[in-house]
């Protein structure tokens, strides 16, 4: 983020989005509090992706997230 503020092509207001793990990505970068981060739209994502997401308790895919999406 800090990087691409201190570019000559950019203003200094940086945004972020994503969609699911970009989403998510997002997010945990905006817990970091860069300076010059503005705005960040994620879009289905979660906060903790192995307590409220398709994973449980450290990683195996959640049985409802797997019987939804068949292969």
Do not use: K
């Not at 972020?16 to 994502?45: C, D, E, K, N």
Request: glycine fraction near 10%; hydrophobic fraction near 45%.
């Amino acid at each position: 983020v800090e990087w691409l503020a201190a570019q000559p092509w950019c203003d200094g207001a940086v945004g972020m989005w994503g969609i699911s793990y970009g989403g998510f990505t997002a997010i945990q970068v905006a817990a970091l509090r860069p300076p010059h981060l503005r705005a960040i739209v994620p879009v289905m994502a979660t906060d903790d992706r192995y307590l409220d997401d398709v994973h449980y308790r450290g990683g195996c895919r959640a049985a409802t997230w797997i019987a939804v999406n068949p292969p």
